[in-house]
């Protein structure tokens, strides 16, 4: 039973995060394609290229990991 819950549990867990990075990238591409062409003459970009373009940015940006602190508890 408690393999069944373990199961159900990182199910529901990936479904978030895909549903967290659709999301994401469907607001970046709603912002985008507001703002960018209007401003500064870019082109639109599709649902994907958010998606990517929100990892891409956490990436380089430092998105701050849970476990990024644990040794600076101390200082």
Do not use: C
């Not at 990238?25 to 958010?50: A, D, E, H, R």
């Amino acid at each position: 039973m408690k393999n069944i819950n373990t199961f159900v549990y990182w199910l529901l867990v990936a479904i978030l995060m895909v549903g967290v990075l659709f999301l994401s990238g469907w607001m970046i591409s709603i912002l985008w394609n507001y703002l960018m062409p209007t401003l500064f003459g870019l082109t639109t970009i599709s649902v994907k290229q958010g998606m990517v373009l929100w990892v891409l940015s956490n990436w380089l940006f430092g998105a701050k990991s849970f476990t990024s602190d644990l040794g600076e508890k101390g200082k």
